[in-house]
């Protein structure tokens, strides 16, 4: 069998192209689903990064939190952000722990859950709070921008955090 590289270097080009164009069909059809539909499912926290106006940067749940935040496909969201360093009852009973382990837990943990909206146009997702470990946000509505949103990586910014600090960009990853 004589071979023909010319014929096969054309071949080969086919085939590229034709992969490529089944690649980037796929990518089109993720890229077809609204935001809404994006984010739905379960996401690990990764990180929260507050941004003060100075430029400083903090971390309120430490550089290695636990966490997660649910997407419902019905409209509702829980979401948990803990510090990985929250110290345990020296007691053993959550209900007679001591005035400062209280207050280091207040302060490096929050959870909320409630309904939630999307704004395809604003690229935003909006909570409405039904109830959270701050009580004061009950039944507010609170905008977030998304500012990245991939199959597995969500980044969210809330625009202003505790009493103007700064702004709170909150990382995820998909949970598989």
């Known amino acids: 069998m004589k071979l023909n590289i010319h014929r096969d270097m054309k071949l080969m080009r086919i085939i590229a192209a034709v992969l490529a164009l089944g690649f980037a069909g796929g990518s089109a059809m993720a890229q077809g689903k609204s935001l809404r539909e994006q984010i739905v499912g379960t996401w690990q926290f990764i990180v929260a990064e507050v941004s ?3 430029g400083k940067k903090s971390f309120p749940f430490g550089e290695t939190p636990k966490g997660l935040l649910v997407f419902t496909s019905d ?11 929250v110290p345990k009852f020296a007691s053993g009973n959550r209900l007679t722990g001591t005035p400062e382990e209280y207050a280091t837990i207040m ?11 999307v704004d395809e146009a604003k690229k935003t997702v909006t909570f409405k709070i039904v109830s959270s470990t701050f009580p004061n946000w009950e039944g507010e509505a609170q905008e ?3 500012d990245k949103l991939t199959t597995d990586e969500f980044v969210n ?9 700064g702004s ?8 598989k």
Request: glycine share 8%.
């Open 52 to 54: 003060a106006p100075d």
């Open 75 to 85: 409209g509702h969201f829980s979401q948990i952000h803990v510090a990985s360093d």
């Open 107 to 117: 302060r490096r943990s929050l959870s909320l859950f409630g309904t939630y909206t």
């Open 144 to 146: 977030r921008k998304i």
């Open 157 to 165: 910014t809330n625009p202003t955090v505790a009493g103007g600090r």
């Open 168 to 175: 709170a960009s909150n990382f995820y990853k998909r949970v």
